[in-house]
């Protein structure tokens, strides 16, 4: 498994998509498109933010250090765009 120094090195400068929302109750939801097993809430998106940073890094220490090479390298020759129905 990585360690969360390995994490942040070998994913260092890879953009990674937050969709967020605020609920009702005003608390802030938040997944990553990349990673979707991340999902995270906070009082503010500011919070939300941070909370996701850390569940993203904490998910990824699960994978082998050429697991997230392989993982970068796919993030990196994909492409994407929005799409209007």
């Given amino acids: 498994?990585?360690?969360?120094?390995?994490?942040h090195e070998i994913l260092d400068g890879l953009d990674f998509t937050m969709k967020?929302?605020?609920t009702e109750s005003g608390w802030w939801i938040a997944y990553c498109e990349e990673v979707p097993e991340?999902?995270?809430q906070g009082e503010t998106k500011e919070e939300v933010r941070e909370n996701l940073k850390d569940?993203?890094?904490?998910?990824?220490?699960?994978?082998?250090?050429e697991e997230l090479e392989r993982f970068r390298n796919n993030l990196v020759s994909e492409e994407s765009e929005l799409l209007t129905l």
């Fill in 1 to 7: 498994m990585a360690s969360r120094g390995e994490v």
């Fill in 20 to 22: 967020y929302r605020q």
């Fill in 38 to 40: 991340a999902r995270t």
């Fill in 55 to 65: 569940a993203i890094a904490f998910i990824l220490e699960d994978y082998t250090v």
